[in-house]
């Protein structure tokens, strides 16, 4: 089987959403060994400036931009309300992946996601880079229990013809892998 570590590949542009501290940009920053860009979206603020401070700390600033957005289906302002929690933490911006990478002439390989329960509507907000870029996704698929099903669902939807793996350790992951990119699993 593969990973996180095999999927990513030197000079990949990855885009991390759900930052949370930073841990996982700074883990991509890593693999990227200096030669790549990570755009990590992180809508509550506490979480967007500990990231940053977290970044900076372990010399990965020049390869890591964090975004204090969220993420969704929609380019609005909205109230981000993680599904552990009751009501809202904050009102930030909202973007979708297709707008950023548009407005900022991105292309993506890697969309990574865990926005507790917003993968679904963020997907939907990143149909048009997927289709055009192909990117390796890699969801989490734990939040909402239809999860499972929905998530794949709307990837094979696409039609681009992804290979759709899930993993489980710590939290249910659904990788999904297009034609383009398979080599990286072999």
Excluded: W
């Amino acid at each position: 089987m593969f990973d996180e570590k095999s999927l990513v590949t030197c000079g990949d542009t990855i885009l991390d959403c759900g930052c949370f501290l930073g841990e996982t940009a700074i883990y991509f920053a890593e693999l990227l060994s200096g030669k790549g860009k990570v755009y990590s979206f992180e809508p509550d603020t506490d979480y967007f400036k500990n990231a940053n401070e977290n970044i900076k700390k372990n010399g990965y600033d020049n390869i890591i931009e964090v975004i204090n957005v969220t993420v969704s289906n929609s380019n609005n302002e909205k109230s981000y309300t993680p599904c552990y929690k009751e009501k809202a933490s904050d009102n930030t911006p909202s973007v979708t992946i297709d707008e950023f990478c548009l407005k900022n002439n991105i292309s993506v390989d890697i969309i990574k996601m865990d926005i507790e329960g917003a993968e679904h509507d963020a997907l939907m907000g990143a149909k048009y880079i997927i289709q055009r870029d192909q990117p390796i996704l890699m969801i989490s698929a734990y939040h909402k229990p239809d999860d499972i099903f929905t998530l794949p669902r709307f990837i094979n939807d696409l039609d681009c013809g992804y290979s759709i793996y899930f993993r489980d350790r710590a939290d249910f992951i659904l990788f999904a892998i297009p034609p383009t990119r398979k080599e990286r699993i072999n």
